[in-house]
């Protein structure tokens, strides 16, 4: 967050919140506290499936767990979550679960500004140079 800007910047190979959607669980033994997540996540830009589900662990950290496909959308979720941890989690193939724990303090505004994995990013164009033009000019 720089000079006011309300927005965690990110400037690597992440993907964009509109595009990630992720399925929402209570960790914490704190009665609706994935649904507040749920709403937080949603006003900052991520969509949610479903409704928020209770797995009651007494979890106090919050944890993204994602499928292998999805490594770069997690890092833009666990820079909206300051705190939370990463998880790899193979068996869930192209989903992300946020499994919210009690220490969960809402979610921050995230904007990404580099170019998604798999897209390369846009070059210059060359400079046409003729036999006509004066190679040393430049």
Known sequence: QL???PYIMIECNFVKPGNIRL?????????GLARKADNDLTQVGFQTVGSPE????G???TVIRYGPTKADSARTVAAAL???TLEAAPELGNVIEVVVGS???GAKPVKVTGTP???PAASPSPKVVTALDDPCAA
């Open 117 to 119: 994995s798999g897209q």
């Open 82 to 84: 300051p705190g939370a």
């Open 23 to 31: 399925h929402l669980y209570n960790g914490s033994n704190i009665q």
């Open 3 to 5: 000079d006011g800007d």
């Open 103 to 105: 220490s969960y303090n």
């Open 54 to 57: 209770s797995r009651n662990t």
């Open 59 to 61: 979890a106090t950290k």
